[in-house]
């Protein structure tokens, strides 16, 4: 994975900046980056062959709160995984792209702002695969504490945001090419012209 994917995923978990590489903690196994005069939070990011990077986050107590998973898609980066720590501390529980898009839609305020908006939407849905995925993702974030659910909203917006505005600049480069090269074809088929009209 290559250096500009590593730090893009980075800013998915800081995007205030806070997190510093700590070159005393890095190494072969990944990079590890912390807060100036904090010694629990780390945010660690491991490369995983070539195309893959496991994202991991501790807390004050320096347990892994956040193990999500990516791999390198030509110039992008997709994000495969997403686990976070359950709040008894019990095992992980992993979200699935579905949720993750729950999540992002709304997510606000918090946990219980979250659950709560979730819970209120529940019984107005009639489809049943969508209102099963509206009550696992209620049931998951109920697991979590409220910080790492608050993380857990703020990694994934700042995630989709990225992903939105990259596929924006691709769909935007691509009906540029199109009108280029749609220009090019108009002015060919006009140098062909002239070319035929002079030979007359």
Not at 160 to 188: C, F, M, P
Request: proline share 1%; glycine share 8%; with cysteine.
């Amino acid at each position: 994975m290559k250096r500009e994917q590593i730090e893009k995923i980075k800013g998915y978990y800081d995007s205030r900046g806070e997190f510093k590489k700590n070159s005393q903690y890095s190494g072969e196994q990944g990079i590890v980056y912390t807060k100036a005069g904090d010694n629990a939070h780390w945010l660690i990011i491991e490369q995983k062959g070539e195309i893959g990077a496991e994202v991991r986050q501790t807390d004050d107590t320096g347990r892994i709160t956040a193990r999500d998973t990516y791999e390198s898609v030509r110039n992008t980066v997709k994000c495969t995984g997403v686990s976070r720590k359950r709040a008894e501390g019990k095992g992980m529980v992993r979200f699935e792209p579905d949720e993750i898009n729950l999540i992002y839609q709304f997510g606000e305020n918090g946990r219980q702002g979250t659950v709560d908006m979730l819970k209120a939407i529940e019984p107005k849905i009639a489809d049943r695969l969508t209102k099963g995925i509206v009550s696992s993702t209620i049931h998951k974030l109920s697991a979590l504490s409220e910080e790492s659910c608050s993380e857990l909203i703020s990694s994934t917006e700042n995630r989709k945001l990225a992903e939105r505005d990259s596929s924006i600049r691709k769909r935007l480069a691509d009906a540029q090419k199109k009108v280029e090269e749609r220009a090019g074809t108009g002015r060919n088929s006009i140098d062909r012209k002239k070319k035929n009209s002079l030979s007359l």
